[in-house]
């Protein structure tokens, strides 16, 4: 039911009702290759007004230029997925994913409060809010030299196990036995550690079979 409602919500801004906006976000998006001709687009999402209580998170990535098939019984968007927040999940900034081909897309981002399954108060309404944002991914198959976004990072958190797949969608800048959590702000205090993270694609090679780069 949880989901049927989150989606719905989302399906109704898309049909250009009104967004909710008792919780209002925002979205910074960086960019890697990954495989299969998709870009791997973590992001850190701001989250205002949220109450501390379980939530329901729901991500739809769309292609306005796609036109839907008429005899499809179900939409396939590039991406969508849900997650439901405990209340000791719920903060103000949450890191998740998507992944998706080179485009411009729109990214729809809804976060819902639970209803309780018990002692629902009277005439309870919950807080709900929903992100529209554009984002452009490129395109990094297309043989020209090109570097990831460049990661700002405020704390390189060291893993002394791998995480499963489900904690890497709600922990998308694990990389290796490395947590880097992006920054805040450009701004650091002596005091602060900076760390700086980005990947080099479609680099030539010397004679050697190398690649031959001077950053």
Do not use: C
């Amino acid at each position: 039911q949880e989901i049927e409602q989150v989606v719905k919500v989302v399906d109704g801004v898309m049909a250009g009702q009104p967004a909710p906006a008792d919780v209002t976000m925002s979205l910074e998006p960086f960019f890697m290759k990954s495989q299969e001709q998709r870009t791997f687009v973590p992001f850190v999402l701001t989250v205002n007004n949220a109450p501390a209580a379980p939530a329901a998170l729901y991500i739809r990535v769309v292609n306005p230029t796609a036109q839907p098939d008429p005899k499809a019984k179900k939409v396939e968007y590039p991406w969508d997925d849900i997650h439901f927040l405990t209340a000791d999940k719920v903060a103000p900034v949450l890191h998740r994913v998507f992944m998706a081909p080179a485009g411009t897309y729109d990214v729809y981002v809804a976060y819902k409060e639970r209803t309780p399954e018990k002692n629902a108060p009277r005439g309870f309404e919950p807080k709900v809010g929903v992100l529209k944002t554009s984002v452009t991914v490129p395109d990094y198959y297309n043989g020209e030299l090109n570097t990831s976004t460049i990661l700002v990072a405020e704390k390189v958190n060291m893993l002394s196990a791998p995480v499963s797949m489900d904690e890497a969608r709600e922990r998308p800048f694990v990389f290796g036995a490395q947590e880097l959590i992006p920054a805040a702000d450009m701004e650091f205090k002596k005091a602060e550690e900076l760390s700086i993270f980005f990947q080099v694609y479609n680099a030539g090679l010397d004679s050697a079979g190398k690649p031959n780069l001077t950053l």
